[in-house]
């Protein structure tokens, strides 16, 4: 069993910085993909980045650039570092622990069903 806690969120301008935290309760060899998803109200959940045990990285498109996932295996701390915010960044993002290899695929990468782990989610509010 994976606990997954976030931390790190909360209210910024537009154009401001927020960096992520996710500590996972270990880094189990099950583990593949650790990755960072969001929900809006009334939206669906979202892919926002993921990484898998190898060091490959998936952006979703919208948020390249911008955002910067990372780990610390020692530390077992996901992170994602979060520049340039919008408005429409603004959402509830949940840490995300899969263990199967699809979630390596980047067409499959951004299914949530994929992953078994969830974190409680750290809101993140993004103002103009």
């Known amino acids: 069993q994976v606990q997954l806690v976030e931390s790190g969120g909360g209210s910024v301008l537009a154009g401001g910085s927020l960096r992520l935290s996710c500590a996972a309760s270990?880094?189990?060899?099950?583990?593949?993909?650790m990755g960072w998803f969001r929900q809006a109200p009334e939206k669906e959940r979202e892919g926002v980045a993921n990484?898998?045990?190898?060091?490959?990285?998936r952006y979703a498109d919208s948020r390249k650039g911008r955002f910067t996932i990372s780990q610390d295996s020692a530390n077992k701390t996901l992170y994602l570092q979060m520049n340039s915010l919008k408005p429409g960044d603004t959402a509830m993002y949940y840490c995300?622990?899969?263990?199967?290899?699809?979630?390596?695929?980047?067409?499959?990468?951004?299914?949530?069903?994929?992953?078994?782990?969830w974190g409680q989610g750290t809101q993140v509010t993004v103002s103009s």
């Open positions: 270990e880094y189990s060899y099950n583990t593949y993909c």
């Open positions: 995300a622990a899969s263990s199967g290899t699809l979630c390596s695929n980047s067409g499959y990468w951004t299914l949530h069903w994929l992953y078994t782990y």
């Open positions: 990484i898998d045990k190898n060091g490959s990285i």
